[in-house]
């Protein structure tokens, strides 16, 4: 079953910390995985885009790591701010490109 | 600017009553979906079209109908509103095949069916 597992379901971490997020899933063919950010009430925006050749991406202060053997994926974000505050969202696409099986998400809250 | 565009953002209605929610894009994407958020289930995909005059089924159809008469437009219908489709929809449009390309996510439409 094509599946996406995100952990920890929620997180609260202090202004200023580093944290990751993790994502693994059992989507095949795979195609590429997004990370998306979620404001509380808006729709989700793109953050990073990853294939299967690409192990890290980086996208200011968040960077996302691919492991396409062991279907895993980690979103670290870097000097956390208040703006981070989030829910954070995985997303699988299978192969042929139509399928998006969607993760429900991290929400992070980043308190001073 | 390049942006989705949702109405209502908010809706209370009851039981049986007709409506539809629209959507919008200005980017000239021919891939546009529906979606459904509910706490604890993410994301679910209700109707998606590849182009103009072509619709499919997502994973949550029941209770719902589309349309895609122009490239721009694809308006949610709910012909009969229920309680259990109280929720926060989404509509998302991306250049060519989704998985390939950004989706773009409008605000959000917030339902209440009483």
């Known amino acids: 079953k094509n599946q996406v597992e995100q952990s920890p379901q929620s997180l609260i971490i202090l202004e200023g910390k580093n944290c990751t997020l993790q994502?693994?899933?059992?989507?095949?063919?795979?195609?590429?995985l997004r990370w998306y950010k979620q404001d509380t009430g808006r729709g989700p925006v793109s953050l990073t885009i990853?294939?299967?050749?690409?192990n890290t991406k980086s996208n200011g202060r968040y960077t996302a790591t691919l492991d396409a053997d062991t279907k895993q994926s980690s979103l670290h974000i870097t000097a956390s701010q208040l703006s981070d505050s989030a829910s954070y969202i995985c997303?699988?696409?299978?192969?042929?490109?139509?399928?998006?099986?969607f993760g429900k998400g991290t929400t992070l809250s980043v308190s001073s | 600017e390049a942006q989705v565009t949702q109405n209502p953002r908010y809706l209370i209605t009851v039981t049986g009553k007709k409506l539809t929610v629209t959507c919008s894009q200005n980017?000239?994407?021919?891939?546009m979906s529906w979606y459904r958020q509910d706490p604890g289930l993410g994301l679910r995909q209700i109707y998606y079209?590849?182009?103009?005059?072509?619709?499919d089924k997502g994973d949550v159809p029941e209770g719902y109908k589309v349309s895609r008469k122009e490239k721009r437009n694809f308006p949610l219908i709910l012909e009969s509103p229920s309680p259990n489709q109280t929720s926060l929809y989404f509509c998302?449009?991306?250049?060519?095949?989704?998985?390939?390309?950004?989706?773009?996510f409008g605000a959000g439409s917030r339902l209440t069916v009483l």
């Open positions: 994502c693994n899933y059992t989507v095949s063919p795979f195609s590429n």
């Open positions: 998302a449009s991306s250049l060519g095949r989704a998985g390939a390309n950004v989706l773009t």
């Open positions: 997303v699988v696409t299978r192969q042929a490109g139509t399928a998006l099986i």
């Open positions: 079209s590849m182009n103009v005059e072509v619709t």
């Open positions: 990853m294939t299967f050749s690409e």
């Open positions: 980017m000239n994407h021919e891939y």
